[in-house]
C-alpha cells in the first residue's frame, strides 16, 4: 500500500524558514514526478512546486519562486521542500504528492496528475 507521510511543518516568523519533508512507502518513486501542494483556508488546493522523475528540472508557482527549492532523494525515497524568506500568506496546510504515470513529466503542475498524496502538513508564518 503507497503511504506519503510529511513532516517538518510548524510555526515560524515571517522571514523563517522551514524544511518539509515527504516519506514514500509501498512503491519505490524514482520513476515517478513528485510534487507539493498547499491548501490555505477558504481557498482551493494550489500547486506549490514539483520536481521531474529525473531529478533534473524542477518548477515552481511565481509567488515562491527564488523562496522555496524542492529537491528529491530517490534512495530515501523521499522528497523535499526548502522554504526560506517565509511570507503570512505561504501560511497552508501542505501536501507532497506522487505522479500518477511512471517516466512522464507532463502537466505535472495540475493537481489531476497526480495519484498519491499524503495527509498534509500544516505551516503557519507569523507577521
Known amino acids: 500500500q503507497v503511504q506519503l507521510v510529511e513532516s517538518g511543518g510548524g510555526l515560524v516568523q515571517a522571514g523563517g524558514s522551514l524544511r518539509l519533508s515527504c516519506a514514500a512507502s509501498?512503491?519505490?518513486?524514482?520513476?515517478?514526478?513528485m510534487g507539493w501542494f498547499r491548501q490555505a483556508p477558504g481557498k482551493e488546493r494550489e500547486f506549490v512546486a514539483a520536481?521531474?522523475?529525473?531529478?533534473?528540472?524542477?518548477y515552481y508557482t511565481n509567488s515562491v519562486k527564488g523562496r522555496f527549492t524542492i529537491s528529491r532523494d530517490n534512495a530515501k525515497n523521499t522528497v523535499y521542500l526548502q522554504m526560506n524568506s517565509l511570507k503570512p500568506e505561504d501560511t497552508a496546510v501542505y501536501y507532497c504528492?506522487?505522479?500518477?504515470?511512471?517516466?512522464?513529466?507532463?502537466?505535472?503542475?495540475?493537481?489531476?496528475?497526480?495519484?498519491?498524496w499524503g495527509q498534509g502538513t500544516q505551516v503557519n508564518v507569523s507577521s
Open positions: 504528492s506522487v505522479a500518477s504515470r511512471a517516466y512522464s513529466d507532463y502537466n505535472i503542475r495540475r493537481e489531476g496528475e497526480y495519484a498519491y
Open positions: 509501498g512503491r519505490t518513486f524514482s520513476s515517478y514526478a
Open positions: 520536481i521531474r522523475w529525473s531529478g533534473g528540472i524542477t
